[in-house]
């Protein structure tokens, strides 16, 4: 079973809503990160957040991470069409040097 | 400049045939991976390799075999293809350290054995 589980599977707003995006994990962690992924490329670093953080910001993107629950949430705020991509929680598990994907989110945001 | 450039992008093969994927990174890192990723956009890890060393072996047939000539490359190398080696293959590298191991991807090179 996967150690990062993201959901929803797939979301579709309209341009100027907010996207929430979840990843839920199993193990411990030493940080999380969030991927993105445009159709036909490849994955693009978005944020990390270590395990003793709760919250961080980046431009338009704010992550949480609430180790007590082995989650973290992905906020878009005010998207954009071209914020339509795929989305990966990643954990960097603790003494693995490897990071473990999700199974994505699948973002469309519509003009 | 692209930081982790891999060749071919698309390749289009028969099974049983051998092929190689190239890898190389000009960002100075010190880890390299290689990744799968499948039709559902499932992202896997298959190999791992820090200072021409292997450290990550994902259980993966050894039909593939990667090879680090140096830090700088890793190439992927898959014998007797089948078919269930169709796949996006990702390449990508790190620096690991205590601030967080954030990995650079290149952009993919797209499998499909027929």
């Known amino acids: 079973s996967q150690q990062g589980e993201e959901d929803p599977q797939a979301l579709s707003i309209q341009e100027g809503e907010n996207a929430t995006m979840n990843c839920s994990y199993k193990?411990?962690?030493?940080?999380l990160q969030w991927y993105r992924q445009n159709s036909g490329r490849g994955l693009v670093h978005l944020i990390l957040?270590?395990?003793?953080?709760r919250e961080k910001h980046s431009g338009r993107l704010r992550v949480t991470l609430d180790t007590s629950k082995k989650s973290s949430s992905l906020l878009i705020t005010a998207s954009r069409a071209a914020d339509t991509a795929s989305y990966f929680c990643?954990?960097?598990?603790?003494?693995?040097?490897?990071?473990?994907f999700g199974a994505g989110t699948r973002l469309a945001v519509h003009p | 400049d692209t930081a982790v450039s891999q060749t071919p992008k698309y390749l289009v093969t028969q099974m049983g045939n051998d092929k190689s994927i190239k890898c190389e990174q000009n960002?100075?890192?010190?880890?390299m991976y290689w990744y799968k990723q499948d039709s559902k956009k499932f992202l896997k890890i298959m190999f791992s390799?820090?200072?021409?060393?292997?450290?990550i072996n994902e259980t993966v047939p050894n039909r593939f075999s990667p090879k680090s000539p140096d830090k700088a490359h890793l190439n992927l190398h898959i014998n007797s293809l089948e078919l269930g080696d169709s796949a996006v293959y990702f390449c990508?590298?790190?620096?690991?350290?205590?601030?967080?191991?954030?990995?650079?991807f290149g952009e993919g090179s797209w499998l499909t054995v027929v």
């Open positions: 957040i270590r395990s003793n953080e």
């Open positions: 193990t411990s962690i030493n940080n």
């Open positions: 390799y820090n200072n021409k060393e292997l450290i």
């Open positions: 990643a954990t960097d598990i603790s003494g693995y040097n490897k990071l473990i």
């Open positions: 990508a590298s790190t620096t690991i350290d205590n601030s967080g191991n954030t990995i650079y």
């Open positions: 960002l100075g890192h010190d880890t």
